[in-house]
Every structure is written in structure tokens, then in C-alpha cells.
């Protein structure tokens, strides 16, 4: 045995996250006699199964929609589902209760709070920021948001925001961890400065919420949103949600004011009137299969401070550089996440040459990352699954394929 591999047993032994695995469907157990099991590293793309997940799912359909039918708008509480799921969501990302609701997806949570935030913003100010290095889908929202709203769009590296803000700034969308490289970006000293300026921050947290503190009520973030599907575990296409801050909810004026966030929805009024609070971030009939399915998988997060994750992310990050130092060949991949602890998120992005096709052999070795054009090799740390030993094992397997 390598010192490495005797460490990643050690390290396994003392994790106290390590029994969270077991609430996990994932192919084996961990550890070095399991080599030739399967490493789950794409949790920041797909979260893995909870275990509690199918069954939960099997009594919505067969009993709440088989047996209740209608009833379970009120029985099963279907129609308060966005809110209190959200509820269990805030304090993830740092949140007390009553201000984050959950729907639609990302992309469209994205068109709401930017669209929300100029509105906001008022007349005078004419400009939006963006994340230059966004993921796609929030620079095409927010394009079309600009242009319906009649502002300019700027694309801005997340670094130079501060120099960029001024008086004509309506609302900045940034995005917390850079999906390509995982770079985290300073969300409290960025939002601070955002705010000097006399404009609003609009947060995606894709790729931040369940590995990280996001700290929303405690740094002042105005606006925020972010998937349920990465590493919050909640299923492919699980709904995302919208976080507005408590003393902007009233100001909000959704650009999709749809019957769901009416004051009074069943009323059936023709004109609009928005329910205050969270409800406003609704729109239409909420996808109540997908969104139970998360309310059971969030349940994995009972007692799971996420500082413990934070930890054991940074942890399983650093001992993953530390093996790919040791077994794969100098100069053979460039490593573009960062190594300071504060600028990094829970994932490990590989610069490397041929990447897509290394992936596909790794793939086929059972070690599960992803590939990022054109060049971008990614794995995703989820603590709630990964152990250590996974991590050696991913890196030793990476060194051969490129061996
Ligand atoms: C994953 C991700 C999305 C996904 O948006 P969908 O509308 O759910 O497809 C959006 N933004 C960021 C930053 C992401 O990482």
C-alpha cells in the first residue's frame, strides 16, 4: 500500500461525515479493497440518489395523486410545498425563514430577480453587469433581460466589478463558483461594493449551495438563486429557487406575475395584486412529483452543519491536488482552480490535452467526472459521499489513463 492510500484510510476513519454515505444510492462501499467500484465525482453536475428518495416518490404518486387526488392540494400540502421547501433550503444558503421560494428552474429564476433587481433599481440607471465567465444560460437571460428593460448588458470578469460599478449601475449578476474552473468569488466583499455603488446583487449559487456557507442574510445579497440538482441531491430537473431578501419583498415586482403569486389565487380576479413575502417569487402550478422528490432528499441534511461540509470539502480538494502532485507525470495537466482556500469552491477543474477523450476512459475506468469544452477535465467533491479513499483512487486511475 502507498502512504497515500494508507492516509486515505486514516482520513476516512476520523471523517464524521463518512456515515452519510450509507443514505446514498452509489454503486459500493469506499475503500481500497472496493477498487473496482465505481467514484461518483460529478455531483456538481448531478447529485447522487438519496436513499429515501423512491419510496417517498412511490407514496406521492400511488397514494396522494392515486388516492386523494385533488385533495392533496391542502391534505398533502402541495400547495404550500414551495415555501416550506424553501424553508428547509434557507439555511443552507444562510437564510432565515419566509424568504426563499422554490420553482421553475434556474434560468428562469435568473430572468425573475434580474428583471426584479432593475425594476428596483429605478429609472436613473442604465446599466447591468454580468459575469463575464458566467454559465451560458444566466448571460442569455440576462441579455434579454437588459434589452426588455432597456438597459445595457456589460460583461465584466468578476474581479474587475468593483472598478466597474457606478452611478449608472442598476443590478450585477454574478455567479458565487465559476462552474468551469470552481473558482469562489469574494460574495461578501463583491456584494459590499455593489451596494457603495447604489446598485443590487443578484447571486447564482449553482454551484456554491450544499458545499459551502453562502452566509445571503448575513452579507446583505439582495437577490439570489440557485439548482436543487447538484449538490443539493434533488433529481434531475429538480426545481431551483429564488431568494429575495426580507426588506425587498415588498419592492419586488416579478416580471412572471403569474396566478400562484396572486394574493388572493383562488379569487380568480382579473387584476393582479401580489401575495407579499416569498409566495410573490411563484408563478404558475408548482411541478409537485419533482419537488417532492427534493423535500425528501433534502431530509439527508438533518444535523449536517454546512461548515462541517466546507471542511471536509477543502479537505477532500486538498488531498485530491496532494495524489494528482505525487502520481500523475509533471507539466501532463494544469490545474485551474485555485489553491487558496478562499478562492476555491468543491470542485477541481484539470486543464489537460485531448481532455474529452480522457474523460471517456476514465469514465469507462469507473471514475465519474465531467468534460467541459475544449479543454476542461472537472470533478466534483460532494462531502456527504466522497471519501477519501474515493479521492486517492480517482487520482491514481487518472495518472494511468494518461500514462
Ligand atoms: C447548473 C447551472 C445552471 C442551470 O440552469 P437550468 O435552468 O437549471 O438549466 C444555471 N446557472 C449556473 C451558474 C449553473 O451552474
Not at 46 to 61: F, I, K, Q, T, Y
Not at 113 to 120: H, Q
Not at 156 to 167: S, T
Not at 187 to 212: I, K, N, Q
Request: glycine share 10%.
Amino acid at each position: 500500500m502507498s502512504e497515500l492510500t494508507v492516509r486515505a484510510a486514516k482520513l476516512d476513519a476520523v471523517d464524521e461525515l463518512a456515515v452519510k454515505r450509507a443514505e446514498f444510492v452509489l454503486d459500493a462501499a469506499s475503500g481500497h479493497a472496493a477498487d473496482a467500484a465505481g467514484v461518483y465525482l460529478d455531483g456538481n453536475s448531478l447529485g447522487a440518489l438519496p436513499a429515501v428518495v423512491p419510496g417517498r416518490v412511490e407514496d406521492v404518486v400511488r397514494r396522494q395523486w392515486g388516492e386523494l387526488r385533488i385533495q392533496s392540494w391542502e391534505e398533502s400540502g402541495w400547495w404550500a410545498a414551495p415555501e416550506r421547501i424553501g424553508d428547509r433550503i434557507a439555511p443552507l444558503v444562510g437564510a432565515a425563514p419566509g424568504q426563499v421560494v422554490v420553482g421553475d428552474s434556474t434560468s428562469v429564476n435568473v430572468f425573475k430577480a434580474l428583471v426584479g433587481a432593475v425594476r428596483m433599481a429605478g429609472d436613473g440607471r442604465d446599466e447591468v453587469l454580468v459575469d463575464a465567465t458566467t454559465f451560458p444560460t444566466d448571460g442569455y437571460i440576462a441579455e434579454s433581460a437588459a434589452r426588455m428593460t432597456g438597459r445595457t448588458l456589460r460583461p465584466v470578469a468578476p474581479a474587475e466589478v468593483p472598478g466597474a460599478l457606478g452611478d449608472r449601475t442598476a443590478a450585477v449578476l454574478l455567479n458565487h463558483v465559476d462552474y468551469r474552473t470552481g473558482r469562489l468569488h469574494d460574495l461578501p466583499a463583491l456584494t459590499a461594493a455593489v451596494h457603495e455603488a447604489g446598485a443590487l446583487t443578484v447571486w447564482d449559487l449553482c454551484h456554491s449551495a450544499g458545499a459551502l456557507p453562502v452566509g445571503l442574510d448575513e452579507h446583505g445579497v439582495d437577490l439570489a438563486v440557485g439548482c436543487t440538482y447538484k449538490y443539493l441531491n434533488g433529481g434531475p430537473g429538480a426545481p431551483a429557487y429564488l431568494y429575495v431578501r426580507r426588506e425587498l419583498q415588498d419592492r419586488f415586482d416579478s416580471p412572471l406575475p403569474g396566478w400562484n403569486s396572486h394574493a388572493e389565487p383562488f379569487g380568480m380576479r382579473s387584476g393582479y395584486e401580489p401575495a407579499s413575502g416569498a409566495p410573490r417569487g411563484r408563478v404558475g402550478t408548482p411541478d409537485i412529483l419533482s419537488m417532492l422528490a427534493l423535500e425528501a432528499a433534502l431530509e439527508v441534511w438533518e444535523g449536517v452543519p454546512v461548515e462541517a461540509v466546507r471542511a471536509k470539502s477543502l479537505a477532500l480538494t486538498d488531498f485530491f491536488l496532494e495524489c494528482v502532485a505525487e502520481y500523475v507525470p509533471e507539466g501532463r495537466v494544469e490545474c485551474l482552480t485555485p489553491v487558496a482556500h478562499a478562492e476555491r469552491g468543491s470542485q477541481i477543474a484539470l486543464r489537460c490535452d485531448d481532455a474529452g477523450e480522457v474523460m471517456k476512459r476514465l469514465i469507462e475506468r469507473g471514475v465519474v467526472g465531467d468534460y467541459r469544452a475544449p479543454d476542461v477535465l472537472r470533478f466534483g467533491f460532494t462531502p456527504l459521499y466522497v471519501g477519501f479513499a474515493d479521492v486517492e483512487r480517482a487520482a491514481r486511475v487518472l495518472a494511468r489513463t494518461l500514462g
